[in-house]
């Protein structure tokens, strides 16, 4: 009979650690599952909603072939995280080039995007007249009426999935936009969206 029981007994603990492992299995399938799946981590996108000429002041002096130029960019930027998982995003940068050369910048103030949700942030871009005075092109585009600009936002940020999972991604929004001198608006706008994880 101790021998039955023995065997009985050895029997039960076999049994319960098989049943252990298939649920401790099971489970870490099924989260693995759902880290492909479901909280897998998407692309966060920075939206460039709009792009309003803030304040545009242009003066020529002609004997000396110069331009002064001061031009303030007010952009309306969304940042949209289609994750399941808040992303919380650290200072960002937007950039302003004319002709490859930067000649302004602004920087992105760190916040945070819920599950699935979007945050709209404005910033404005001044551009430094300095920069742009040496280039020997701004004359010519200033009269020909639209001098072209480019745009570059960098938004560096975390999604943490489950509070234990974090995937470090940049979003870049890349914008060509021209400004008419005589509306002292913007004519048109191209942009460009990547993330890199």
């Not at 009979?1 to 099971?26: P, T, Y």
């Not at 949209?80 to 919380?88: G, H, L, V, Y």
Request: include cysteine.
């Amino acid at each position: 009979m101790d021998s039955k029981e023995h065997r009985h007994h050895r029997w039960c603990s076999r049994r319960c650690v098989i049943i252990s492992v298939a649920v401790i299995l099971g489970i870490a399938l099924l989260l693995l599952i759902l880290g492909l799946t479901v909280f897998r981590p998407r692309h966060t996108v920075t939206t460039i909603n709009s792009v309003h000429l803030g304040a545009l002041r242009v003066g020529l002096d002609v004997p000396h072939l110069s331009v002064d130029l001061n031009v303030t960019l007010d952009l309306d930027i969304t940042a949209t995280n289609p994750n399941r998982a808040s992303f919380r995003y650290d200072t960002g940068n937007a950039e302003l080039f004319y002709h490859g050369g930067l000649v302004g910048e602004a920087v992105i103030p760190p916040g945070r995007v819920g599950a699935e949700g979007s945050v709209r942030t404005n910033v404005s871009l001044t551009v430094m007249a300095d920069r742009l005075i040496s280039d020997a092109t701004l004359y010519k585009d200033v009269i020909s009426g639209s001098v072209p600009f480019s745009t570059n936002t960098r938004l560096p940020g975390t999604v943490t999935i489950l509070g234990v999972f974090k995937h470090h991604m940049v979003a870049y929004t890349m914008c060509n936009i021209t400004v008419s001198v005589q509306s002292r608006s913007v004519e048109n706008s191209d942009c460009r969206y990547k993330t890199k994880f």
